[in-house]
C-alpha cells in the first residue's frame, strides 16, 4: 500500500458525505439522522488518522485482530472516535470485542448472543448492537434468516442486549434495493428502528430505504488488497 492514496481520504470523504446529504433529501422517508460508518479494513493507521482529522468519528472494522492493532493509540488522541464491528465475531472473542468495539453490527447466533450477554455481565459497558439478518439467505454469509429474526430479536432481550438496529450484506452482482426493503420491513415488524445497510456501490439506495448507518470502505479509502472483501 503506498501514501499516495492518503491526501484523497479527506475529499473523497466530502463526497460521499454530499452524497448521503443529496440521497437524504431526494428521499420519501430516509432517516432523519444517518450515520457514515468509514470501513478501514486492510488500511493503516495514518490513513485512518487522515479521515479522523477530516472530522470523521465512526470508523467499520472486520476483524478483532486488525482493530486491536490500530485503534487504541487512535483512540488515545481521538478519544471520541467510536468503533463498529461489522465482521463475524467468535464466541471466544466476545470478550475483546466488547471492550474494544462500541457498536457490534454482526450478532447472528444464540450462542454468540449468550457470550455477549456473559461478557456484559461481567465488564458492564454501553454497546450497541446490530443483528445481522443473512437478507438473501445465501449459503456463504452469516446471519439470521428473514423468517428466523423476530424470534432472534426477542432471544436477544430476553438477554436484555442492548439490540438497537439490523444489518444486512445484499447479494453481490444483484439489484439490491429489494432486500433493502425487506430488511426496513423486518425493522419495522421487531420495532428495530437502526438500520446498517448499504457499502460504497449502494449507499445513497440504501439512503432511500431508510439506512441509519451506512458502511463504506472502497469509496473513501480506495480500492483494497483483491482478498479481502464483504464476507
Ligand atoms: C468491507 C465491508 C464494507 C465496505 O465495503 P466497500 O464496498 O469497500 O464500501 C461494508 N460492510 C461490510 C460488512 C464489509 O465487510
Known sequence: MTHEAIP????????VRAKI???????VAPAKNIALIAVSKTHDAASVEEAL??????????RVQEAKGKFPLLREKFPDLR????GPLQSNKAREAVSLFDTIHSLDRESLAEALHDELERTPKYIE?????????EAQKSGVAPRDT???????????????????IPPA???????????????ADTGLENLSMGMSSDYETAIRFGATHVRVGTAIFGERPALISAQ
Open 8 to 15: 484523497g481520504i479527506a475529499a473523497n470523504l466530502e463526497t
Open 150 to 168: 423476530e424470534n432472534f430479536v426477542r432471544f436477544a432481550r430476553s438477554l436484555a442486549l442492548p439490540v438497537t438496529g439490523l444489518m444486512c
Open 53 to 62: 482529522v477530516a472530522g470523521q468519528r465512526d470508523f467499520g472494522e472486520n
Open 83 to 86: 468503533l463498529h464491528l461489522i
Open 21 to 27: 446529504g443529496k440521497a437524504q433529501n431526494a428521499a
Open 129 to 137: 448492537i446490530f443483528i445481522q439478518v443473512n437478507i438473501g439467505e
Open 173 to 187: 452482482d444483484e439489484n439490491p434495493a429489494p432486500y433493502f426493503a425487506l430488511l426496513k420491513k423486518i425493522g
